[in-house]
């Protein structure tokens, strides 16, 4: 049973810095039983409503180069119950404080060999610009995550930042990228084994690089946040399309 709390030294590196790399939130008995749960919600036939699946960086007429499922734990409840999404939970509550909630899970697999990147970008700007956020996302790949296969990387200090400038990846996906790169050469690379995990702050600028590696690369991703607070203005957004809020 891999049990884990957070020590003030990790509490303190996180706020401080935006990220943090632990090297186990689950067993390699989970892994493994996952690996399975999560192929399957992949799979051509699987009962997953179209809603909830995304092409983040392709096109409607090429392979999946990005494929995401929002809200996997609708379609395999079992997720939530796991070792990981217990461990989850609890550092959650240590790094937001006692009105955490959870925010949903999303499934990122990129296919062997021609899995794109996830551009650079900051959560919060896919999110309602009517509110203030915080909120954090546990990242827990179900293989080793390595530069070959798309590990995260995170600029140190962004999420002192405002929401950056942000642009679509191309017109036909829903994935945005950061308008400008500037930002991103201060960037650590957080390779990881199985069943560890990368922690973020929603406006932590962050990346994923291209798969090119052999197989899959899967990542089981948990959000948590407090409740938003309705600002006096919206940010100002124009990158988003206003269907994501209809
Ligand atoms: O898994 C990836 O490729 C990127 C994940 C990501 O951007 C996130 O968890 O916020």
Redesign the pocket.
Known sequence: MVEVTLTQAQVDRFHERGFLRLAAITSQEEVTRLQGVYDGLFEPGALVSERDRYELAGSPDAPPA?PQIVNPERYAPQLLETIAYRNATRVAAQLLGDDVKPGGM?A?R?PAKDGA??PW?Q?EAYWDPAYEHRGI?I?IPLQPATLEN?C?QFVPGSHHLGVQPHQLINADSHGLELASLELVEEAVACPLPPGGATI?FSRTV???GPNTSTEP?R?L?MGFSTPPTLLPQPRHMPWQRPEWYA
Do not use: E, V
């Open positions: 990005l999303h990122i990129k990147a996830t970008h959560d996302s990242w798309g995260m973020h962050h990346y994923a690369r990542a991703i």
